[in-house]
């Protein structure tokens, strides 16, 4: 690092104790430091939610949210033009890909709504109600007067509206109160569940069922990975993800169903959500399996041929013993197999040769299984296609992501005195503030405002100031010094690794876990 730091050529100064220890002067620099600093737009990112909420007298809904924040805003949007334009606000925005909901308990029986943009997006006539805002910022859904959901299908119809964003399409028409942000006190009325029956002309209707709750949304964000491979023997290739937590803490995401249990001998397990694959080259194409184990639980009849076990550390799936997927809709079917694990599943039934882990050449380690109903065969279906590849499963595994979650405080492990306070910004920035100190053991404030990569925080240009008065009766100019960079990498919710370079000197510092936000929960 040369002694010219950054574009405006800010030549080295001596800093004077006082200053150090100014954190007045800190917390100004850095309000300044954010203006100045390049923080280009944020990548991509992939997320998962799943929620859940209670009913009075018992009643629960559990849903999912799937999608990716394409412009770096913070957050996942999709509202529906008609409902956009009458509440004013911007509607496409077409980031989530996937949502649904279970209402079990308040009707007597239970109710499923979804949403799958491959089928048809937010703008289609369809989907006239429905609307998606949520901010990733690792808090509740709805807590925010931004936030909200609307799983409102066009009459006759259960709804399920959340949050105060789209309140006023649905709030005194549905429940005679306005919904408002979850969790501000106890008797906020935030969501509610609404049973309609159309009337002509659209879109009235008559309301035959209406019910509030007060009660907070838990939100948990999932563990996603996507997955590819090609190489098929018929030219084929499959593309999908598989969302879910790792509740027993093994290193895997898991989950079994009953039937596939008792055949296998393995253990049930419901730690997988969401599971889906795009089949092409195979007819009619492109061919989609998804096994949404929100609303079909993993002892549904829907979910009988589902297996999935996934080791979270890897880069690819189905390479170990014991790893596997299948994703196997009732015949007429394609369904799709990995790994040994889920192997027996289909073979030796409809084809003597097993699958093995991938990498074993001889086999092949994934199947592409087409079959047909035949009420004269053993197993009631046909086997009429039958593709093998032995090429790698590619995984891109994401087992945390930088959200809410990670501000907080965080210590140097080497007992030193030294301290980090991390904040992660809804708009997907990050500040930081290093209490540290210089080499003739002067404290020392450094901080700065970066970007997320993954797991990473990274500052390309720390701060630290002088010039700062207590109290001050005027305004005061902060003189600001661009001493060096950081990026802290964490390994999981509770321990990190600090790479720097200050004042030309690199250094690692390992840090664990101080303290974390009030209602934020980080979850391996």
């Not at 829907?302 to 189905?318: K, P, R, T, Y």
Request: proline residues 6%; aromatic residues 8%.
């Amino acid at each position: 690092m040369n002694s010219t730091r950054d574009n405006h050529n800010c030549q080295s100064k001596q800093r004077s104790p006082e200053s150090r220890r100014s954190a007045l002067g800190l917390l100004k620099a850095t309000i300044l430091a954010s203006s100045l600093l390049l923080v280009g737009n944020a990548l991509a990112e992939q997320v998962s939610i799943q929620f859940s909420q209670t009913f009075p007298g018992g009643g629960t809904v559990t849903g999912l949210i799937v999608g990716e924040d394409l412009n770096g805003d913070g957050r996942l949007y999709s509202v529906a033009s008609p409902l956009a334009d009458f509440l004013g606000i911007e509607g496409g925005g077409e980031e989530v890909t996937y949502a649904s909901v279970r209402i079990e308990g308040v009707l007597g029986q239970t109710v499923t709504n979804v949403f799958d943009a491959s089928v048809a997006d937010i703008n289609d006539p369809s989907n006239f109600f429905w609307g998606f805002a949520y901010n990733i910022d690792g808090g509740t859904i709805g807590d925010d007067p931004d936030e909200g959901l609307a799983f409102a299908p066009l009459a006759p119809s259960t709804s399920y509206i959340v949050g105060e964003l789209f309140s006023p399409a649905f709030g005194n028409d549905f429940f005679n109160t306005p919904l408002t942000t979850c969790g501000l006190v106890d008797d906020n009325i935030c969501a509610g569940i609404a049973t309609l029956d159309p009337v002509d002309p659209f879109p009235n209707f008559e309301l035959l069922f209406s019910t509030t709750s007060a009660a907070p949304i838990v939100t948990h964000e999932l563990l996603r990975y996507t997955f590819e491979q090609d190489g098929f023997d018929g030219g084929a290739s499959i593309r999908g993800t598989i969302s879910g937590r790792d509740l027993d803490g093994d290193g895997r995401i898991y989950s079994a169903s009953p039937p596939v249990s008792g055949a296998l001998g393995v253990p049930t397990g419901d730690e997988v959500v969401f599971a889906q694959v795009e089949i092409l080259g195979v007819e009619p194409q492109p061919i989609r399996n998804v096994q949404d184990l929100i609303t079909d639980p993993i002892d549904s009849f829907a979910a009988f041929f589902f297996l999935a076990s996934v080791n979270v550390a890897g880069d690819q799936l189905g390479d170990e013993p014991g790893e596997g997927l299948s994703i196997a809709p009732f015949s007429p079917s394609t369904s799709v197999v990995i790994g040994d694990a889920a192997s027996p599943i289909f073979f030796p039934s409809f084809d003597d040769e097993e699958l093995t882990t991938c990498g074993d050449d001889a086999l092949g380690c994934s199947a592409l299984v087409s079959l047909v109903p035949d009420a004269e065969a053993e197993t009631g279906a046909r086997l009429v296609g039958l593709q093998r590849s032995h090429a790698p499963v590619a995984l891109t595994p994401a087992p945390l992501v930088i959200n809410g979650t990670f501000s907080g405080h965080w210590f140097n492990k080497v007992p030193s005195g030294e301290g980090i306070v991390t904040q992660v910004i809804r708009d997907g920035r990050v500040i930081a503030y290093w209490l540290t100190y210089d080499a003739s053991g002067q404290q020392i404030w450094v901080g700065g405002v970066g970007r997320r990569e993954g797991l990473k925080m990274i500052f390309d240009n720390l701060v630290v100031t002088n010039g700062g008065m207590f109290n001050a009766d005027a305004p005061v100019v902060i003189d600001r010094e661009f001493v060096g960079r950081m990026e802290i990498e964490f390994f999981d919710c509770d321990n990190g690794i600090v790479r720097s370079q200050i004042d030309n000197m690199p250094r690692t510092m390992e840090i664990g876990r101080l303290t974390g936000l009030s209602s934020l929960e980080c979850v391996r």
